[in-house]
């Protein structure tokens, strides 16, 4: 993967690091690293999610922020729904444990 196809390339090295920091913190987490793995089977909506990790949507949707933060998950509205998909970093979940 080049630097232009990864979100977590910045114009400088100190954003850079700041990214890949971010990055991390969204992984290194069981849980999220769960909910990445949810994501693949479910069509990315919250309430998908929510059965398929077992996790209530208040607590999820904590942790989804986190991963889209950190460049594992985009959000995107669609007929009212949010939905959620992996990214490019995020199915890095598959390559972990």
Known sequence: M?????KTIGSSMEETKEYHQRYLRAINNPVRRKIL?????????????AS???MDER??????????????VE???????TLYRLTKEGEVVDYME
């Open 37 to 49: 793995r949810a994501l693949r089977e479910s069509d990315g909506t919250v309430e998908a999610l």
């Open 59 to 72: 607590t999820l949707n904590w942790h989804l922020s986190i991963l889209e933060y950190g460049f594992c």
């Open 2 to 6: 080049s630097g232009k196809d990864s």
């Open 75 to 81: 959000k995107e509205e669609s007929e009212g729904k």
């Open 52 to 54: 398929g990790t077992g």
